[in-house]
């Protein structure tokens, strides 16, 4: 389970390296997705070191946790995090909800949002 830890702790970190090239490039929706998709598999490592199990496949961040049974360690401030990061992996891929998602993240918005996603992550780092 080692090898899968590390797996997912990689693609976490590239996510999170490809969202701070999104914000630099102004595509502020896909900074949204793709800090999503960070603390996804940053979860999902976790969820692997804990269980010694495979995770799910899920892309619900709540979903993740609880059943990974480390939804009850976040903070109400990291619980409410993960509720606003949640539907950005949903609504990033449906034009219906793109005009509406475009006019919320601002340069100022992505730039909080890449912040506590760094800061959950490194969270769950620290407790592989």
Excluded at 87 to 100: F, G, M, Q, T, V
Excluded at 103 to 114: F, Q, Y
Aim: aromatic share 14%; charged share 35%.
């Amino acid at each position: 389970m080692e090898d899968k830890v590390k797996y997912w702790t990689d693609l976490s970190d590239y996510d999170m390296e490809t969202a701070e090239a999104m914000l630099r490039s102004k595509r502020y929706l896909y900074v949204g997705f793709m800090c999503h998709q960070t603390i996804e598999k940053i979860f999902k490592a976790y969820f692997t070191f804990l269980k010694s199990d495979v995770a799910p496949f899920t892309h619900s961040l709540s979903f993740l946790a609880k059943r990974g049974d480390f939804y009850e360690f976040f903070s109400e401030e990291q619980k409410d995090f993960i509720d606003q990061i949640e539907p950005l992996n949903i609504e990033a891929r449906y034009p219906s909800h793109k005009d509406r998602l475009l006019k919320s993240l601002t340069e100022e918005k992505c730039n909080e949002i890449i912040g506590k996603t760094k800061e959950l992550q490194s969270w769950i780092k620290a407790k592989l």
